[in-house]
């Protein structure tokens, strides 16, 4: 059996007692998500399949975050789109768009119950609906650029460093 290299441990405790956002593990869903940038990097022609293969091969031996981060910097919005375009990620804007109609719909019958049962002359309920069907209507026609809804690595959300 042969002895561990001491340089090389030294130098993990260095990595790990790094202090930071970056130097914290990654999990399989992070690599997996980094995997699915790299994939639609290369079926985009940015990366070339060698290039594409090595980033791969790379983000599944990754163990910390930072070391995913340095594989899509280089790629526009940090590949983000490529994870924004996956059929989950549409169905999960098509659900949460959908949720969000029920409630509007569900409000929309209460306020209108109230109305016909206040016997009011002025139809005062006007606002409150044009504000939860405006709300709808921005949810529905901007559900694809809410990445920080549908499962985008940390790493790569606006504003992290």
């Not at 990654?26 to 070339?48: C, F, K, N, P």
């Not at 975050?65 to 790629?75: A, G, M, N, P, Y």
């Not at 983000?80 to 959908?98: H, Y």
């Amino acid at each position: 059996m042969s002895r561990p290299n001491l340089e090389v441990i030294v130098n993990v405790q260095d990595d790990a007692a790094w202090s930071g956002p970056n130097r914290l593990r990654t999990s399989d869903s992070e690599r997996e998500q980094v995997a699915t940038i790299l994939r639609a990097a290369m079926g985009e022609g940015r990366l070339s399949l060698a290039e594409g293969e090595e980033r791969l091969a790379a983000a599944y031996a990754a163990t910390y975050r930072d070391e995913l981060t340095r594989l899509t910097t280089d790629l526009p919005g940090g590949g983000r789109s490529a994870l924004l375009d996956t059929p989950q990620a549409r169905s999960a804007a098509r659900r949460g768009v959908r949720r969000h109609a029920g409630g509007v719909f569900v409000l929309a019958f209460a306020l209108l119950g109230l109305w016909a049962l206040s016997g009011a002359h002025v139809f005062w309920p006007a606002i409150p609906l044009a504000l939860l069907f405006l709300g709808l209507f921005r949810h529905a026609r901007y559900r694809r650029y809410a990445h920080h809804r549908y499962g985008v690595a940390p790493w790569n959300a606006p504003g992290h460093r």
